[in-house]
């Protein structure tokens, strides 16, 4: 009989490609995990494991019992869900994965509806970044998470975990009002006069049904010489930046490189630069001295967890607090076009 375990374990490695990754995800030595993997390749009774080098590449039998482990692990969840679910009342950990910006705007009046629900569950919420939520559902590191992907770094489909989608925001450039670039977008955009756009450069948004009209390359453009302020690399705020400004036909000159967005604006306010920033990121922190104008670019939040484990009593309703807490503001999957 094939030990579960094991199979985790294999799973995680056909998705880091080295042991010594499985062990730093799981939390176990690099021999421990070359010692269950020979394990399991015993109670299969062929190899399941090539070595090149470093690395470790399954042959298509171990690619096979991967496929196999998913589904295991899957109806797994989907037992974990029933058993709650026969339970009386909901208790213990539920941990959670969310990004800073919503953290501060959605998670806490989603956790105050949580505790007012079931008062037995503990939430605990850790700031995650989308990237390594996957790595972190699948360790077990986390039951739930909030993950984002932009219409320049869609989001890919991952193994063993399953979305459901939670909100949409616009997107937005922000400039520090009054410069060159910034008036002439202005004018460029609303057809005004120098004086007239330079007073009137906040929150240009291109109303809804006359997107047509919008050029967001030309928008992006007129910043190309300005010094940028994006993400830290490796990240998908930082990875959309870069790939909306060389759609645009340029390669952004990044200055500064900060995650948090309140701190983005601070700067630009400061005259360090230009970024693009999303709708919760600018919402209670962009002053008079930020220019914002809309693009035609989005941010879409899921809601992630282990594929089977939607019906579990915890994560459904935590996912009905999020949708709950979600400003009216922001566009939703059932009203967004």
């Not at 490609?17 to 421990?32: D, H, K, M």
């Not at 969840?77 to 026969?86: C, G, I």
């Not at 400061?270 to 989005?298: D, F, Y």
């Amino acid at each position: 009989m094939l030990d579960v375990r094991r199979l985790r374990l294999l799973r995680e490695l056909a998705r880091r490609g080295t042991i010594a990754a499985v062990a730093e995800a799981l939390a176990f030595s690099p021999s421990a995990v070359s010692q269950q993997l020979g394990v399991l390749e015993r109670e299969a009774g062929l190899p399941l494991l090539e070595r090149t080098g470093r690395r470790v590449r399954l042959t298509p039998a171990g690619q096979n019992l991967v496929r196999h482990a998913e589904a295991v692990l899957e109806r797994l969840e989907q037992a974990d869900a029933e058993l709650a679910e026969a339970r009386s009342g909901l208790a213990g950990a539920l941990r959670i994965g969310a990004f800073p910006t919503a953290i501060r705007a959605i998670v806490p009046a989603a956790l105050v509806a949580l505790a007012r629900r079931h008062p037995g569950l503990e939430p605990m919420v850790s700031e995650t970044d989308p990237a390594a939520v996957a790595h972190a559902l699948r360790a077990g590191d986390l039951d739930v998470a909030l993950i984002h992907e932009y219409d320049f770094v869609p989001a890919q489909k991952e193994p063993g975990l399953a979305t459901e989608p939670l909100y949409r925001e616009a997107m937005y450039l922000a400039a520090p009002t009054g410069t060159a670039a910034d008036t002439a977008t202005a004018e460029r955009d609303l057809g005004e006069d120098a004086g007239e756009g330079a007073d009137r450069s906040r929150d240009r948004i291109p109303r809804q049904g006359s997107d047509q009209g919008f050029d967001q390359g030309s928008v992006l453009r007129a910043h190309a010489d300005a010094p940028w302020i994006t993400a830290t690399p490796g990240t998908l705020c930082h990875t959309m930046a870069l790939r909306a400004c060389q759609a645009a036909g340029f390669t952004p000159r990044i200055r500064h490189q900060v995650d948090e967005f309140p701190t983005v604006l601070a700067l630009v306010a400061a005259g360090q630069g230009v970024a693009v920033v999303p709708q919760l990121g600018i919402m209670g922190t962009a002053g008079p001295a930020v220019s914002l104008t809309r693009l035609l670019m989005e941010r879409r939040t899921k809601v992630a967890f282990r594929s089977g484990a939607a019906a579990h009593p915890a994560v459904a309703a935590f996912g009905a607090a999020l949708r709950a807490a979600v400003p009216p503001e922001l566009a939703t999957p059932a009203s967004a076009a």
